[in-house]
């Protein structure tokens, strides 16, 4: 249950829009996921993002996910001044016992940040005043590797083969009608085309949220498609006009 003063940012933080929009400025793949554990679409700016939002989608002790939630005042000291500016924190996580304000980057932007130190002490200061904890995530952290590769790896199949659009019906109904049946499995019964070139498809409808796959237990690589089992795509809810990358359930 929530103290009082977790409850008061929490309804700060529902009671807005998220504070910006997530834009691409540079190479990262951004875009939406719909998970059950949130009100509204959340927003991601990179895949170590995205695979941040599906861990706590699947951990059964978190209640609620908010993005781009809180404003928090940061004030750098100079020489001669102090310069004021805000921080937007990449989420708000809601846990059966609290609450986490939670940073996700990838390590080297961390570690050549300068003013990342200040900046996240003063984010601690803030979270503490209510009794809520800011915590800040990378690659590094265990278990974030191997999700973040897998959908960097999918991500090079975000666009569907033209000349076997046709295929990915039939390919639907075929693991709909066998849950469990790896991919390379689908990818013989793909007549009349060879099965490597049906294989492009299959890792596409995995991209598009079209089928479900198991995408934290192993790194995906030559020779997984003997291995790695597809499922309906109702495995896990997600909005057919945003960015797609379902799981097996339980698979975290």
């Not at 409850?7 to 400025?25: E, T």
């Not at 070139?197 to 995408?215: F, T, V």
């Amino acid at each position: 249950m929530l103290s009082d003063p977790q409850q008061r940012l929490l309804a700060q933080a529902l009671s807005k829009s998220p504070v910006r929009k997530v834009d691409n400025f540079g190479k990262n793949i951004i875009g939406q996921i719909v998970v059950s554990k949130a009100p509204r679409p959340l927003q991601f700016e990179s895949l170590l993002e995205c695979s941040h939002i599906i861990r706590r989608e699947r951990d059964p002790r978190v209640v609620q996910i908010l993005d781009q939630a809180l404003t928090i005042p940061i004030a750098y000291k100079g020489n001669r001044s102090s310069r004021k500016t805000t921080h937007v924190p990449d989420f708000l996580v809601e846990w059966c016992d609290g609450l986490t304000i939670e940073e996700v980057k990838p390590l080297k932007r961390v570690l050549n940040d300068r003013r990342f130190s200040e900046k996240r002490r003063q984010a601690e200061l803030f979270a503490a005043q209510f009794e809520a904890e800011y915590r800040v995530f990378t690659e590094a952290d265990q278990g974030e590797q191997t999700l973040s590769s897998n959908l960097e790896f999918l991500s090079c199949f975000r666009f569907a083969p033209n000349h076997l659009r046709d295929l990915e019906e039939r390919f639907i109904q075929t693991v709909t009608q066998s849950p469990g049946m790896t991919v390379r499995e689908l990818a013989d019964a793909a007549h009349p085309c060879t099965p490597y070139q049906a294989l492009p498809c299959i890792w596409h409808l995995i991209y598009a949220g079209r089928l479900c796959a198991d995408l934290v237990s192993e790194e995906l690589r030559a020779g997984s498609e003997h291995t790695l089992q597809l499922y309906p795509s109702s495995y896990l809810r997600v909005d057919s006009s945003t960015y797609q990358l379902p799981l097996k359930p339980g698979a975290i």
